[in-house]
């Protein structure tokens, strides 16, 4: 299968590098890592080891594949969105943080939109090089559910080089249910600048709860079953895989990057207002997030 990784960072260099063992891959990056997979391949270090050689370019514009899978941050799907329209793909699947993503490519691509979860873990160490920090589970279908065709044969090109893959038929549900885990764990962490388990324990687990639990409450008014017992317990189970993992969120935040709080807590805030619900812990959460984005000129 040909396929382009669009926003080659920690996550996409990860799964492009696996995905390059076996298929004709084009990773779209920085010019620096560009620079370094030319000069003398890809590196993945950690629990996923090989060193590959895919193509690699800063110019996302006029590439055509047989699938595009976009890994770059959500303030930046619209940018990935022009830049792929002027090439030519069968089907796109978003494996990005946060909502909304799937329904900006929507609005400018043609053909297929996948939905996607990955909980891999993946760090950039250098320029060429992006380590495995902990084995996780992709999971892609149909953005509004259901089953694909398309979905079926992404899944089986994902699983042959040994990416663990669930192809699901319930992707709205489960696209809520990792927003309510971000909406716990991300932002607590990226204020507090502390790693993930610290949302176990007191005081920050009382808040990580709280936002969950809203975020919950505001997947069923919009017509996704999603329990907060369900979406509790799979904040606590993520926290405490990814103990001594920073949360992407304060990954941005300790590298002065803009962050996702806007498809993410914001997210929730925004559903949340249109159904008349009211959500403090989001809303504190996303603002003080914001607050620190705006102090530094990131928005």
């Avoid at 560009?34 to 890809?42: C, K, M, N, P, V």
């Avoid at 971000?182 to 204020?191: C, E, K, Q, R």
């Avoid at 009382?206 to 919009?222: I, K, L, Q």
């Avoid at 803009?258 to 807590?265: F, K, Q, S």
Wanted: hydrophobic fraction near 40%; include cysteine.
């Amino acid at each position: 299968m040909e396929i382009v990784v669009f926003g080659a960072g920690s996550l996409g260099s990860l799964v492009g590098g696996r995905l390059a063992r076996d298929h004709e891959v084009t990773l779209v990056a920085r010019a620096e890592h560009t620079e370094a997979i030319r000069d003398s391949g890809l590196h993945i270090e950690g629990e996923l080891e090989a060193t590959v050689f895919p193509a690699a370019t800063t110019d996302g514009r006029g590439l055509a594949a047989d699938l595009a899978i976009v890994t770059v941050k959500s303030g930046d799907t619209a940018t990935a969105a022009d830049a792929l329209a002027t090439g030519s793909f069968d089907v796109v699947l978003s494996l990005q943080n946060g909502m909304g993503n799937e329904a900006v490519l929507a609005d400018v691509l043609e053909g297929s939109i996948l939905a996607g979860t990955a909980s891999y873990g993946a760090v950039r160490r250098e320029p060429g090089t992006v380590e495995c920090t902990g084995r996780g589970e992709i999971v892609l279908g149909a953005r509004e559910g259901g089953s694909s065709v398309l979905a079926e044969r992404v899944g089986r090109a994902f699983s042959v080089v040994g990416l663990e893959t669930t192809v699901a038929d319930d992707m709205p549900r489960r696209l809520w249910g990792k927003l309510a885990v971000n909406a716990g764990i991300n932002p607590v962490t990226a204020l507090a600048d502390v790693e993930n388990g610290a949302v176990l324990d007191p005081p920050a687990n009382d808040t990580a709860r709280a936002a969950t639990r809203e975020t919950a409450r505001v997947a069923r008014a919009c017509g996704v079953h999603l329990p907060n017992r369900v979406a509790l317990e799979s904040m606590a189970r993520v926290a405490d895989d990814t103990a001594a993992n920073a949360s992407s969120m304060r990954q941005d935040v300790r590298t002065g990057r803009r962050t996702e709080i806007d498809a993410i807590n914001g997210y929730v805030l925004d559903r949340a207002s249109e159904r008349g619900l009211e959500v403090p812990t989001n809303r504190t959460l996303a603002t003080l997030v914001r607050t620190w984005e705006r102090a530094r000129g990131l928005r």
